[in-house]
């Protein structure tokens, strides 16, 4: 059993631990979900700026291998938007079927 006189080194040997803990158990991860936010946000920030550069250069070639005319036109940006929603629809049934059809919990 630790003295009297042992008192105070072992209660700054406690602090010291316990600052060396906090730091290492809850700080430290803190910073790596930090950055790998950071990273994930910029990802899709990108990723969402893309898809808007396809899908307007996709209007634009459908626009363009239709004839001239303001009829053509309007027709060309209709098949544009169906496309861009047929794109979405297809990403949002494989995102949710991936998660839905993957459950590892089966009730008794």
Known sequence: MAGPSELPQ???EFVD???EYLRQETVEPAKQ???FAGVTIGASFLFAIGGILLAVAGTRGIIYLLPDGPNWSALGYVLGALGIVMVIGI???LTDRGTNGSSSTEEV
């Open 10 to 12: 072992l209660v700054t």
């Open 33 to 35: 979900l930090g950055r």
């Open 91 to 93: 990403v949002f049934a």
């Open 17 to 19: 631990m316990s600052k």
